[in-house]
């Protein structure tokens, strides 16, 4: 896991595919809610550290059982309706590529693997995905409500929707999700949260890709605070009007 981190190109991610509409997501936790600290996920493209890692991954022997395997490939799935999924995925190959043919990569007694881009349509994808078979898949999130737990319970919980599938589970994160749930003051709850995102970003259980940044135009006329973007819904009509004095 920590090797395909460092060995996905964020920058290039950012800039051409998802064209510049973003900025390097650091955690579960969106920037700018409270809670965030993105002291702990300071992960970026570095094939170095990448190859590091899965030399690291090469000591144990179970790993090496692991890979061979897998007869030399590694499976990557991307939805046919969505384009952004396949080009994350051959970026991520592209990146693996290029640890495996480092000249120092330790790939003694292992066949070299190469990744493969499978596409799938999105109901054999759904299906694959809730029975846990998908190594790595792509997805996007918007929180539910203007609070880290949205996110918390989504993404690292062991029950929660995303961590169930990819059967993630931290029993000192579950427990830290519930404190941190429970608890009313905000300097505890940040005491919670700062453990939790540390222990989640040295497990890795997730690559963090891109947190969108929003672009709006609208008439000089346009007035209200519901011109203000909010992720977690759609327009606040009731809270915009019509000032053609402007």
Request: net charge negative; hydrophobic share 40%; charged share 20%.
């Amino acid at each position: 896991r920590k090797c395909f981190t460092y060995a996905f190109n964020y920058e290039i991610c950012i800039s051409a595919i998802a064209r510049s509409w973003g900025i390097k997501a650091k955690g579960f936790i969106p920037q700018g809610m409270f809670s965030h600290n993105s002291s702990y996920f300071t992960e970026e493209y570095n094939i170095t550290a990448a190859v590091e890692w899965w030399n690291l991954a090469m000591l144990n022997s179970t790993f090496v059982e692991c890979i061979n395997a897998m007869a030399g490939y590694i499976d990557l799935y991307s939805i046919h309706e969505v384009p952004f999924t396949e080009q994350v995925c051959l970026l991520l190959k592209d990146g693996f590529a290029e640890v495996m043919t480092d000249a120092r990569v330790n790939v003694t007694g292992v066949t070299v693997p190469t990744v493969r881009v499978n596409v799938l349509g999105w109901s054999d994808f759904s299906v694959r995905r809730s029975k846990g078979e998908l190594a790595i898949y792509l997805v996007a999130w918007a929180p539910d409500f203007a609070d880290p737990d949205s996110n918390a319970w989504g993404f690292v919980y062991s029950e929660g929707v995303h961590s169930s599938w990819s059967s993630y589970k931290n029993e000192r994160v579950d427990e830290l999700v519930y404190l941190a749930r429970l608890e009313s003051d905000p300097d505890a709850r940040q005491d919670y949260y700062n453990e939790m995102q540390e222990l989640v970003a040295y497990d890795q259980p997730h690559i963090f890709l891109v947190q969108s940044v929003v672009f709006g135009v609208q008439r000089v006329w346009l007035k209200g605070n519901g011109l203000v973007p909010n992720p977690m819904h759609g327009g606040y009509w009731y809270h915009m009007y019509k000032d053609f004095s402007a």
